[in-house]
């Protein structure tokens, strides 16, 4: 057996309702781990480069590696979530626990990660990550121990997103913030002056997590992974939401990876080219919130297929008419960011489906579910990375002379996350399918929660 959530009731036996402090103080729960997120893998590796201590090409083998261990370590962590130490508050535990070896890593890495040998380094950043994961899939999971029913979900985890938004616009200005006031600091410097954010967002994370109520886990030790994985399989709406968050991470890796090239060879703005990623994050803090309220009224698979179809036509759009000059380019990356909110619905939508699943197979595995969700994540970005890579080779672009092959960029920044949305829209009506199939939500909610 695995565990079981139990939900929170006051003294009367009343079911505790999902207050609007409490979905504020969840969110801000994020904190942590959302400021370490995009901004740290965007600077870390030339970081790490720069040291010169550690050939480049081994920089992008030390990152690829990583990967593969939290292709190992996240399920794991996940299920050591859901099994293991039992009573009250088993989220914020594992939270709590997480954050100590997690700023301690951190300021490992930003102060002498640039002097150290391949190994040591490695083995720091496989423990940095590790701790990044329990944290996150903790933080994931306590939420959908928080919600009742399907406009639930998607409330708590929009706002979650929006939150999130808003500490990437932080990430992103930090760095810049310290160029303007310290004319030719150091690339340690600017990493410096982004991670000291997250020792803003530890006690604001830490204040919060005290004003989420908690979530009995009633736990049971044991892994069983021939089981989880045949329970997994057999649950094709569970199978398809993953396929969504691995297209939806690729099509979002695809237009990150591509992005700066994009904005020197195509629009002929390489210097300006942090100041347009800036602006699509703001456009998505904007937008954050509106796509909430419509997922909640319309449901969520509608919202994301409206989404990927938004963007794909915004990308198709400029092979006719790329945006020109700064300020035309900055309008697009505004609207480009306004899509960048996919993870508001895969997580949404698994906290909708945990219920069934749990009804499914008689425990409720939220942690070990959220870890492979943000598996599926990570290996989107990955493989949208070595595809855009790859292509950019067959197609002879050459980033020291990008205007010689700017038209096939363009073509690739494009159409591959577009591909990649319409396949994502395929196994959404798919899951919206197999979903109306079984009991109503409102029906799951209620029957895995009682």
């Known amino acids: 057996m695995a565990s079981t959530v139990l939900p929170s009731v006051d003294p009367a036996g009343q079911e505790a309702a999902l207050r609007p402090r409490t979905v504020a ?60 130490r039992t009573g009250l508050g088993a989220h914020r535990r594992w939270m709590l626990m997480a954050l100590a070896p997690l700023a301690l890593l951190l300021l490992a890495i930003v102060t002498i990660g640039d002097q150290l040998p391949f190994a040591a380094l ?23 121990a928080l919600v009742r029913t399907p406009a639930d979900s998607a409330l708590l985890y929009g706002m979650r997103d929006w939150f999130a938004k808003i500490a990437l616009i932080l990430a992103f ?16 410097g600017r990493i410096m002056a982004y991670a000291s954010l997250f020792m803003l967002m ?37 199978m398809l939401l993953l396929g969504v968050q691995f297209l939806n991470s690729f099509a979002f890796g695809s237009l990150t990876a591509l992005f700066v090239f994009f904005a020197a060879a195509v629009l002929d703005l390489d210097a300006q080219s942090a100041v347009l990623l800036f602006a699509s994050f703001v456009g998505g803090a904007l937008a954050s919130p509106v796509w909430t309220l419509l997922a909640r009224r319309f449901g969520k698979p509608p919202m994301m297929i409206a989404m990927g179809l938004l963007i794909s036509g915004l990308l198709i759009a400029t092979l006719f ?48 579910l959220f870890a492979m969700l943000n598996l599926m994540q990570k290996f989107g970005v990955a493989a949208a990375i070595a595809v855009s890579y790859i292509l950019l080779d067959v197609v002879g672009f050459d980033p020291a002379n990008g205007a010689a092959a700017a038209r096939e960029l363009h073509l690739l920044f494009a159409l591959q996350p577009t591909a990649s949305w319409l396949v994502m829209a395929l196994l959404l009506l798919l899951i919206r399918r197999a979903l109306a199939h079984e009991a109503t939500p409102a029906l799951a909610f209620t029957a895995t929660r009682q």
């Open 25 to 84: 103080a969840y969110a801000a729960t994020a904190g942590p781990t959302v400021i370490l997120g995009l901004p740290f893998s965007v600077y870390l590796p030339p970081y790490i480069a720069e040291g010169g201590i550690i050939p480049v090409a081994l920089v992008g083998l030390l990152f690829s590696l990583t990967t593969i261990w939290d292709g190992v370590v996240d399920p794991l962590i996940g299920t050591m979530v859901d099994r293991v």
């Open 122 to 144: 490695f083995v720091m950043m496989v423990l940095f990550y590790s701790s990044f994961s329990l944290y996150e899939v903790a933080q994931l999971s306590w939420g959908s």
């Open 173 to 188: 200005a930090a760095p810049a913030a310290a160029q303007l006031l310290f004319p030719g600091v150091s690339l340690q």
């Open 202 to 238: 530890v006690p604001i994370a830490l204040f919060a997590i005290r004003r989420v109520p908690a979530r009995a886990v009633v736990a049971k030790p044991g892994i069983g992974w021939r089981q989880e994985i045949r329970v997994s399989l057999s649950y094709p709406p569970l």
């Open 321 to 368: 008419q790329a945006p020109a000059g700064l300020g035309q380019a900055t309008g697009f990356s505004m609207a480009l960011g306004t899509g960048f909110v996919g993870l508001l619905f895969t997580h949404s939508m698994l906290a909708d489906i945990i219920p069934r699943d749990a009804a499914r197979c008689g425990r409720n595995r939220s942690a070990f």
